[in-house]
């Protein structure tokens, strides 16, 4: 199989000849060129002339990542929402399905096998994280292929050069359905929040509707239920340029050499731009949203989905000198009773600031600010819900929306891992959060009314 960099090098190069069909009379695209990155679909307002549909996906050209959260029976990893397809829907609504007979495949892992090797990351990512409740799951690929992936027009398979590899359009399906899904870690984002799968405890529609939103991905979504339990996401995307990655027929050698079969969050993030939903709405009640856990503390456990990589070059300082770059915010208790030095880590910050125990730890950047001679590096910390600051009038450590201050802070000259304010590394709360319970936390101890003394510890990612 060929490099990565190879596939990708070869979309932009490809001639252009327009043929019709005489079966059906529609205009084929052969060895088509496009630009690159390309025309994004579903314009607004539309276009004057009609796209070409090898360059620019048309006329299904606003697409849904629809993901499962699959309880009874329970689905994949506990950590992680798992994959139901790639849709393409029309821009002014509605979708067309099964859009090529001749293109119908049942025996998805053969094909996927012989063009990436039957042991391939991508077959094994597919084994965790796209499942069927019948436990059929190359029934369920084959489903979306036939169903939604042959309604792509980028990928028809007029639209690539003469030498690709046999099934390229399949292929080239299936990793982008999957590359999608990995920059959407939907489990993450909704823990970050505070929501975690509970048997006790309900949502409200608008918190988890929020809680996508003021995500990175930074978007409505469409939210699905069943029975008044959370089931199902739906994000929507417009596409830039085409989902072709694959041309060449790769030589014996690169074929020895497996690729990294997944595109890297950087080229997801060039070519899915975020939209609205399209008309669909969700169907979940306004209030007691159950969203339940999948196995029990006794089931099986499995890892969360594996970060995607980027093709940026990032600055190694930024994961190994604190407060600078991202990070976690955890929370140390400290005991006066305990040996000198050593504190008891108790859960992390959330996005909003708060305090929380039994979810995951929000990521923070902290970025530099005045440089003051003499003391501490000076930075800001924000995180993908807003600006944090030290609320003036309550003392409340908080990264609210509301808030017009972004507040300053600096490391402890002592241990540069450990949050300062106004010089001091102390912070405190009244309490402690109960489970799926949020504490605030605050920089003084309202004259010694609060007890409760912690530390706060960057943790770079």
Known sequence: MPSLSYLLAQVPILGSVLQSTPDTGKSIHINQHCPNPGGISCPFPPPKTTPDACCVNYPSGHFLQTQFWDTSPPLGPNTSFSIHGLWPDRCEGGFDQFCDSARSEHGIRSILASIAGKDSELLEFMDLYWLSADGNNEHLWAH??????????????????????PHADLYDYFVQTTSLFRTLDTFSILSEAGILPSSERTYDLAELEEAIESSSHGFPVTLRCRSGELNEIWYHFSVRGSLRISNKVPSSAESSSPAFPFLSADTIREHFVPANPDGAKSNCPAHNIKYLPKHSSKGPQHPPIKPTPTTTSSDPSATSTPFKGKGHLEIHLVDDSATPGVSERKGCLIRNGQWYTSGSCATYLAQPDVIDPGHQPLFSLSSSFSPCSINPSTDVFECTKASVIQGIFSSDLGDSTLLSYRNSSKFF???????FG???????NDGGNREIELEIRWVPV
């Open 438 to 444: 949020k504490a605030d936390i605050f920089a003084n």
């Open 144 to 165: 979306e292929w036939n169903k939604h992936g042959t309604c792509i027009s980028t990928i028809e398979p007029s639209c690539y050069g003469k030498d690709t590899i």
């Open 429 to 435: 709360a009244n309490a402690l959060p109960a489970r």
